[in-house]
């Protein structure tokens, strides 16, 4: 199982912990140390999962496997609107349109979403794990044309495991609908957060 850059940890967990959602879906849950993580420090009282494998550590309330391509079909009908939806590490795997379809789809589902990716376009292939391979960049402006964005935030990566490159840039941004009722910044990622 693929693991992801750790710099976006103290973004996500600062955020969940200053928000506590109620509510948290990870999309891409992996490893699933964004669940614990929400268990520990913001302790909603449901953390569900989306992945198209199991998660390895099982500490999520429902476990929802599929393609997230098709987030509509494989999130049940009686799946609550979440707090907040972690996407972490994921969106670089599928191509623009699909990217933008997906992120359409799933700040339906939550009045928040968190979306940490790489800045720009990365190349990564791993051998065997198609869903490994980034797709596409992305930029923390895009996202405003499409979307109320609440915040955003660029920050340095360090040596890559695989690519070698020293300090290789990320950025995290908080979004939710345009068509959002109640905007409400309580989910805002906060300023006081070290980079």
Do not use: N
Request: one cysteine or more.
């Amino acid at each position: 199982m693929a693991t992801s850059e750790h710099w976006q940890i103290p973004w996500v967990v600062e955020l969940m912990a200053r928000a506590r959602p109620t509510s948290v879906l990870d999309v891409g849950a992996g490893w699933g140390k964004f669940g614990v993580l929400a268990r520990e420090y913001a302790e909603p009282q449901r953390v569900d999962a989306l992945d198209v494998s199991p998660p390895r550590y099982p500490v999520y309330d429902h476990v929802f496997l599929g393609d997230l391509r098709e987030l509509d079909r494989v999130l049940p009908p009686g799946t609550p609107r979440y707090d907040l939806a972690l996407f972490v590490e994921v969106i670089e795997h599928l191509d623009k349109a699909e990217g933008w379809r997906v992120l359409e789809s799933l700040s339906r589902r939550a009045h928040k979403v968190l979306v940490a990716t790489p800045l720009g376009f990365r190349a990564q292939e791993a051998e065997g794990l198609p869903f490994e391979t980034h797709r596409s960049g992305w930029y923390p402006w895009e996202f405003g044309g499409r979307f109320r964005v609440h915040e955003w935030r660029v920050y340095p990566g360090h040596l890559t495991k695989r690519l070698k490159l020293p300090r290789l840039w990320q950025f995290a941004v908080l979004l939710s609908s345009r068509h959002e009722r109640c905007p409400s910044d309580s989910l805002a990622i906060p300023r006081s957060v070290p980079a």
